[in-house]
């Protein structure tokens, strides 16, 4: 199994154990009162593939559901591959604990399709955007993201891109982005137009399609999101498709199907009422194109802050920042003071 497979490995292994839970008729709470685990989180976080699974765990749950045979083999060698995860990291020459989760999400997908009301998603980031994200953040970190650097941070989120520009890349990737993300509140404006120049570049790639939400565009019957998401895809019938809402400072991931398709149907209202690919990728290259700044309209008054007169000046003496005596005499785009 290669090193990027190793996450998926840990979602194929929990989905079937929960296939193979449900099938034998047992409840959560059955099955640890039966092996005698302490914790139910434990079997939770086995199911969702969201725990490094240890062999022994692995091989109660099987005994509990009375699994033998080649799936008995097969799941086992599934257990070994999804328990090791140290090559798959010598992949990311960079990764913080924070980042680890969502590159884990990431690996072995076959889609992923992202709303972003609020800020620009991490897979679509410049390194300048993501740095301004952390540290406008950090005041509050708690625990050990405080001790986290923010050039680490950046080189780790720049590290889970390469999922989506490597040449043999068979990711498709979609977002809906709000306007709203897009605007100058993300950060200084060569930042943010470093940004807009980065989404135009990574939407004109034939895996990638961008779309921005106007404003003013109308969702569904009037529908307002509530959160952000990512819905993640995989080509293998035995992963689970899986859903991330990510909050201030609790990350969900789900797997149940009932929540998965209320989500999808959210996106795809989205996604009608968001522009086009094509009108997307135009929005993006007139915001990402340089504003000249306009000179001041002839006879428009200005406030200017002006200096006191040097001693003795009378009528008629300029000072440095006197208005020009006579509108006429002013040249184009000259700074002219108001009537008297």
């Not at 009301?117 to 679509?124: E, S």
């Not at 950090?138 to 941070?153: I, M, Q």
């Not at 720049?158 to 993300?186: F, H, I, K, N, P």
């Not at 034939?206 to 999101?225: K, M």
């Amino acid at each position: 199994m290669s090193p990027v497979s190793i996450p998926t490995a840990r979602r194929r292994l929990g989905a079937e154990l929960r296939r193979l839970r449900e099938a034998a008729g047992l409840t959560g709470e059955q099955v640890i009162a039966r092996v005698g685990w302490a914790s139910a989180s434990k079997l939770s976080r086995l199911e969702n593939g969201r725990s490094r699974p240890d062999l022994g765990d692995v091989l109660d749950l099987l005994d509990a559901y009375s699994v033998d045979g080649s799936l008995r083999d097969d799941l086992v060698a599934v257990t070994r591959a999804a328990g090791d995860a140290r090559a798959w990291l010598r992949s990311y020459p960079v990764m913080t604990a924070r980042q680890r989760g969502y590159a884990e999400l990431e690996a072995g997908c076959a889609e992923i399709r992202e709303w972003a009301p609020v800020l620009v998603p991490g897979l679509l980031q410049t390194p300048e955007y993501a740095r301004v994200r952390f540290l406008s953040s950090r005041p509050l970190a708690a625990g050990a993201a405080e001790n986290t650097d923010a050039e680490t941070e950046v080189a780790a989120r720049l590290a889970r891109q390469s999922l989506l520009t490597r040449d043999d890349t068979s990711l498709r990737y979609e977002a809906v982005v709000d306007e709203a993300a897009l605007g100058s509140r993300g950060g200084p404006p060569d930042v943010v137009r470093g940004q807009l120049i980065r989404l135009h570049e990574l939407a004109t790639r034939p895996n990638v399609t961008l779309r921005v939400l106007p404003r003013a565009a109308t969702i569904g019957d009037w529908y307002l999101p509530h959160t952000g998401f990512s819905l993640y895809g995989f080509d293998h019938p035995q992963d689970p498709e899986t859903l991330a809402i990510e909050g201030l400072s609790i990350h969900l991931v789900l797997t149940d199907r009932a929540e998965i398709d209320r989500y999808t149907a959210v996106f795809g209202w989205l996604r009608e009422a968001a522009l086009s690919a094509a009108d997307s990728l135009a929005w993006l290259a007139d915001a990402a194109a340089p504003r000249p700044v306009p000179p001041p309209r002839p006879g428009h008054p200005h406030r200017r802050r002006t200096t006191p007169a040097p001693e003795g000046a009378g009528p008629g003496t300029a000072t440095p920042n006197a208005p020009a005596a006579s509108n006429a005499t002013a040249g184009p785009g000259a700074l002219v003071g108001p009537p008297a």
